[in-house]
């Protein structure tokens, strides 16, 4: 979506040309389509919906669980490290095994499949490496995540009332008054800035 170089259309609703110039002879800005820019809008705004209610979206997160070096048991009972408050875990489900990096999972035979398959004992691919490896239990699915210096197990549940319920975004109308002109100029050089999160943690950005 391009919004930057966009002058504000006429009152009656006709395209306008940007007035704004990049430098001495180059040439204007492509004209404002409206009737383009608020079905690119409105397309975006719909995809992000989906996105969000989908089963496995953001609307799925039940859980953020930081591990700790060595064993982590988890399961639904209490004493557990990682507790996952479902009925659907046993008790005492399992183990995860943290060590110089790499997470292991030591599952109990109580039904934990990744892929399919049942799991026993199997390392785990984190958000790192690309698509961590999901473990799926029931309706849940759960996989580590790596931020920073920290490890955590991320917990999904397709079945969150929260997802279910979920009927979209609400958004103010298109209000082309908040358009700006204007030329973006980027760094000659890549420069990375320090980003911080809702973890408490900052990431390098460029």
Not at 61 to 83: H, K, Q, T
Request: glycine share 8%; net charge negative; hydrophobic share 35%.
């Amino acid at each position: 979506m391009t919004l930057a170089g966009c002058a504000p259309a006429t009152n009656d609703g006709d395209p306008v040309v940007d007035p704004a110039r990049d430098a001495p002879g180059h040439s204007l800005a492509a004209a404002f389509d409206e009737a383009s820019y608020r079905e690119e809008l409105e397309s975006w705004h719909q995809e992000r919906d989906e996105e969000l209610r989908a089963e496995g979206g953001w609307l799925s997160v039940v859980g953020l669980y930081w591990l700790s070096e060595g064993e982590n048991r988890f399961g639904s009972a209490a004493d557990n490290d990682v507790v996952f408050a479902s009925a659907q875990v046993a008790e005492h489900a399992g183990s995860f095994l943290y060590s110089e990096g790499v997470v292991t999972v030591r599952a109990e035979p109580a039904g934990l499949t990744h892929a399919g398959e049942p799991v026993i004992e199997m390392a785990l691919e984190t958000d790192a490496e690309g698509e961590p490896s999901e473990l799926n239990l029931g309706n849940l699915t759960f996989f580590p995540i790596h931020r920073v210096d920290r490890m955590g197990i991320r917990l999904k549940d397709s079945e969150r009332p929260e997802r279910k319920s979920f009927r979209g975004n609400e958004r103010y109308p298109v209000d082309l008054s908040w358009r700006v002109a204007a030329r973006f100029e980027p760094y000659p050089e890549p420069k990375a800035i320090k980003i911080p999160n809702i973890l408490g943690t900052e990431f390098d950005s460029t």
